[in-house]
Structure formats: C-alpha cells, structure tokens
C-alpha cells in the first residue's frame, strides 16, 4: 500500500510541474558515461533520452541504453535496459533526476571451463555462452547543464544508481553503479 502511494505522489508531482513546452529545449539528446560496477570496475554506458514532456524547469525522459563492465578474474557483463526518469533544472545550472529502469544483463564468467549437470546426473564441458539476467535498476544523480551560460546543450552529470541480478544463486543480487558522463545533442534543436 505504501508503495502504490509513493508510486501515486510521485507520477502527480511529476506531472504538476510540467508547464508548456517550450521549442529551445530539444527533445532528443545522447548520452556517454563510465559506467563503473562498485565504482572501480571498468564499464561504459551509451544512451538515449527521449523527452515526451518538458519545460524550463522540469523533463519527464523515456530513456534507452546499452553497456557493459568488467570484474577482472570475475565476469564481463553487457546490458541492454529502457528507464523512465524525470529531472529538475535550477536557473543556476544544476539539475537533479531520478530513475527507474528494467533490463537484460547477460554475463559472461571468467575463470576455468564451465560445465553443465546432464538430467542423468553426469557432468559434461559446455561452451561459455554466458547467463542471462533480469536487470531491474534505481538511480538518483545530479548535474549542471551549460545552457544558460554558453547556450550549448551539453550537461554533465554523476548518478549513482542500484541494479540487480536475477536469477542469481535462487534470488536478486544487488550491485552498486557509479554513471558519471556527459548528455548532448547531435545536429540543430529538435521543434516541439
């Protein structure tokens, strides 16, 4: 019940403070940022945000990404998840966003040969195609975007964010993400 509350206010807080939309903000930008699993696993992150409704102050963002990470002597994992976001511009430049996402994480292990129980009970050698995971995802960031002062459509921005794994082990293995990059725009502002 609290849950579909918080669900509740946050949709109509979302909506509230949408105003009319304005043709100098585009409405597609892109995204690059490290990606780094527990923050000192190497990854990368590609996106794309999409902004259905949005104002000079608020965005709600549909967005798309795709990645991967490294965990040396551990596994190499690429994904590939959707997110609904939405994110609050101050006149000063900052901005603050949350989000939530599903998606497929498949992942590799690294290490000696993987083998596979038969249904007779014998244990065979078996490629390394890797494991397929449900990827559920939380983040809450931060940024500035350089609008007001340069009128360049870049922002950076630093989103620590929670995901987790399943099935692992019979449940959901909870990772920690470091998203640190920079969001542009590709080609002249978009019209409403």
Known sequence: MKIN???FLTIFFSISLIKAQTAEVPKIKYSIAYFGETVTHLGLNLGFEYYPYQSNTHQIILASNIGGYK?????TSIFIREQ??????FKNGLFIDQFLGLGYLH??????SNYIVQPNGAVIKSP???QP???PSIAVGTG???QNKTHSST????RPELFWKAPFNGYYLTHFALNAGIIFQIGKKNEK
């Open 5 to 7: 509350k918080s669900l």
């Open 71 to 75: 965990h040396i002597r551990n596994n």
């Open 84 to 89: 609904w976001g939405q994110r609050i511009h």
């Open 107 to 112: 992942q590799f292990t690294h290490g000696g």
């Open 128 to 130: 390394n195609t890797g």
């Open 133 to 135: 995971k449900f990827m």
């Open 144 to 146: 500035y975007s350089f």
């Open 155 to 158: 922002s950076i921005f630093i």
